[in-house]
């Protein structure tokens, strides 16, 4: 049964990150705003030394460790939202840096053998801090993920795999691919004529000779992440370091890997909804404050209709600010609970993509030319929620994915 209490485990996770969130990340969250390539080390370093990015880590195959203790594994996903809702609500862009697996460890997680996820996972919880990122997108490829251009050919002894290709937008690209042993899940076709079918993830190890960040994209919002274009030129990695079955098959089973990469997104699109929430939050609370400020506290005690036009603003805000979060934690709860929830994922992120985008501007609106200034954060908020319908399928390609879901057609059908 689904519970909408917040368990005590949970909440105090929640309480430490908001900590974080008012101390370590609002001070600088301008700063990078303003320096978009300069690294967030003091955040960094404070979320690797604190512990605080467990549930970034990924979850190697023969440990568990979420810093929270036994009795909160059972909403390990349900504690990862309520994280990045916080720590969105603080920064987004930072909580982005967060060091840890990413997209990555996520892929690895959904896809790779157990001693795929010992091998590459266990790093995430030793020494320095490292990250992991996911690269699938290319110039001619994005919604259109079969389209994917870069190749995975086998060497002659049949022990490694060549990749050749172009990557961009990849999140934390340059951190993982070059900064610190971390890793790279790059997308690549083992077979260009086979479609889907030929579609594989391979894990690259960063310093791999080969694959090189050759660009860092300047972006709308989310600046303190870090987003880069990177090439793959003759790019060896081990044979074993392919996610899923290598084999090239038409039939349902065959395609398997392509279905399976495609799982990655179950979790991590909840992700992006609960970042989209923490934003969302984030403008709300400061609009409450500002009208409070100024002699218009909300008036839970009156009925809508004898609200004022701007309560009426705020209270549609917050009505949509929690639609979307139960999307979000219905979605974490089915992970959880091991139930299929790729409907109920595309669901809150196509809900909070939409929600955060109009929150944000209401709020800027609401605060007018205290909105637009660049003194507080409301504009920075503004920015920072578009990526939100964007990444890890638009809105319309997680709108569409509902609907294939909900009238049972198949991506063929419907397009
Ligand atoms: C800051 C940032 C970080 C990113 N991080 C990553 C990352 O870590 N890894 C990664 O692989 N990618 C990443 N991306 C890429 C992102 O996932 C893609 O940009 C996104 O999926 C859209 O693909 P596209 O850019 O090719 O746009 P297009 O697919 O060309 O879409 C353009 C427009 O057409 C619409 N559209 C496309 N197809 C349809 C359809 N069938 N029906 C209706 N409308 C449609 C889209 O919704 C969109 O509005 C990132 C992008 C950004 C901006």
């Known amino acids: 049964m689904i519970d909408f209490e917040t368990p005590v485990g949970i909440q105090k996770q929640v309480d430490l990150i908001h900590n974080v969130a008012v101390q370590v990340m609002r001070p600088i969250s301008r700063k990078y705003d303003e320096h978009e390539h300069d690294r967030p080390w003091e955040y960094i370093n404070v979320m690797w030394k604190s512990g605080a990015n467990a549930g970034f880590r990924g979850k190697p195959a023969k440990e568990v460790d979420t810093g929270t203790g036994e009795s909160v594994m059972k909403y390990r996903y349900v504690l990862l939202m309520h994280t990045i809702e916080a720590l969105s609500w603080g920064d987004a862009g930072l909580y982005l840096s967060t060091p840890g697996g990413g997209l990555g460890g996520a892929a690895i997680e959904a896809v790779g053998t157990p001693d795929q996820k010992e091998r590459f996972l266990r790093r995430f919880s030793e020494g320095d801090p490292k990250w992991g990122a996911m690269a699938m997108t290319e110039p001619q490829a994005g919604s259109d993920t079969a389209n994917i251009r870069t190749t995975a050919r086998l060497s002659e002894d049949g022990k490694e795999w060549i990749l050749n290709g172009e990557k961009i937008f990849v999140t934390s690209g340059y951190m993982a691919g070059e900064q610190s042993p971390g890793l790279i899940v790059v997308w690549a076709t083992v ?19 080969g694959m090189k960040v050759v660009r860092l994209e300047k972006k709308h919002g989310i600046r303190a992440s870090d987003t880069a274009a990177i090439n793959f030129t003759d790019c060896r990695i081990p044979f074993d370091n392919i996610l899923g079955s290598p084999e090239v098959s038409q039939s349902r089973e065959g395609n398997k890997g392509f279905a399976g990469a495609m ?6 699109r909840p992700g992006v909804a609960a970042s989209a929430i923490g934003i969302a939050r984030a403008s709300v609370d400061y609009v409450k404050e500002h009208l409070e400020k100024n002699g218009v506290p909300v008036r839970y005690d ?7 036009a701007v309560l009426r603003d705020v209270l549609r805000m917050e009505a949509q600010l929690r639609a979307a979060w139960l999307l979000v934690l219905r979605a974490a709860w089915q992970m959880d609970a091991g139930i299929s929830n790729s409907m109920e994922a595309s669901m809150s992120k196509a809900k909070a993509g939409e929600a955060v985008t109009w929150i944000t501007q209401k709020a800027v609106e609401i605060l007018g030319p205290e909105g637009y200034s660049c003194k507080n954060l409301a504009e920075k908020w503004m920015r920072d929620a578009k990526i939100n319908d964007l990444y890890e399928g638009t809105g319309q390609i997680n709108r569409l994915i509902v609907a294939r879901r909900l009238l049972g057609y198949s991506s063929k059908e419907l397009q």
């Open 302 to 308: 009156l009925p809508y209709h004898k609200q004022s």
């Open 191 to 209: 077979d260009p004529k086979a479609g889907r079918a030929g579609m594989k993830s391979f894990v690259v190890e960063s310093g791999t000779p």
């Open 263 to 268: 799982k990655t997104f179950d979790s991590t």
